[in-house]
């Protein structure tokens, strides 16, 4: 078992456990970050890399990438160590502080533990054609992180919601067909993005394959080269495709957390809004993992929640030490602790 120490363990490197490592660093607070996914950037990166986000104060719009980079450079001079690849599976009361294992048999000795977890552990929706598994990662994927790979391709895209809207006319521009099925005319995706389809649509830069639904696949070896497609009547028809992107939702469990004591609200994580303080000594949540009266699900809801956990835990990390109040203006970025 590889073993480390530390000040905070933070579960989650999204957008608001990256911004929390920040916080962290500023009141000389050394963080491990734990991600289940291999790169930094939680859902940011895994759903919609090349997303805009219009709601981060004093960025008009900026990518979701480029938000995770801009976090990721912020929280740098303070030398978080990441574990990714990892799940944390348990951890249990140690001395004046916790020991927070892994999946991978990491060991890190912490003073407080920050859940940044997100809706917790997430997979995709999988529709229920026979086989898909054989081809996923080969023709089906279940999120676009670069629209450029797809540049050229005949693409086909299954659901209704905004995912499978928003790709499609952003495909439009780069895939060589883009063809959008869906078992009803009406699609659930904003008005603005909807109205948009119809008029790619009726521009023949889009096919509307509707009231379909997906029924199969076909394939020359591993290499996929058509959808099949069905209506309640069953009737049917082949589409040509070399790519597959159904956009079923997600699911979402708590995974491991759910067996850690918490007290839930509607599978969340309740806290106290004060202190984001959990019902478990040392533990701390933050982001649209948590559940509190007039809790907003916003990324920037998140920046100011890590900020009241950092200040919260530091008199866990430092006992005895005063905590002043102070600017970033007026203190500066600390140097290296």
Known sequence: MTQHETDIVVVGAGPVGLFAVFE????????????????????????????????????PRIDAQDLVERLTEQAAPFAPTYHLGEQVTAFEPSGDGLVVTTSKGTAIRARALLIAAGCGAFGPN???????????????????????????????????????????????????????????????????????????????????????????????????????????????????????????????????????????????????????????ARVFAVGDIVAYPGKLKLILSGFAEAAMAAHAMHHLVHPGAALHFEYSTTTGVPGRF
């Open 24 to 59: 962290a660093g500023m009141l000389r607070m050394r963080c491990h970050v734990v991600d289940a996914l291999d790169v930094a950037g939680g859902q940011c990166v895994a759903l919609y890399p090349e997303k805009p986000i219009y709601d981060i104060p004093a960025y």
């Open 126 to 280: 999988r529709p229920p054609i026979p086989g898909i598994e054989r081809h996923e990662g080969k023709g089906v994927q279940y999120l676009v992180r670069r629209r450029d790979d797809l540049r050229g391709k005949r693409v086909v895209i299954a659901g209704g919601g905004d995912s499978a809207v928003d790709w499609a006319i952003s495909l439009a521009e780069v895939a060589a067909s883009v063809q959008v099925v869906h078992r009803r005319p009406k699609f659930r995706a904003a008005a603005e993005s909807a109205a948009r389809l119809e008029a790619l649509a009726k521009e023949g830069r889009i096919e509307l394959v509707v009231p379909y639904q997906l029924a199969e696949l076909e394939a020359d070896g591993d290499r996929l080269t058509g959808v099949v497609v069905a209506t309640l009547d069953g009737a049917r028809k082949t589409l040509p495709a070399d790519v597959l992107l159904p956009f079923f939702g997600l699911a979402m469990e708590l995974g491991p957390i759910a067996g850690w004591g918490l007290a839930l609200e509607r599978n969340l994580i309740r806290v106290d809004p004060a202190t984001l303080a959990t019902n478990v």
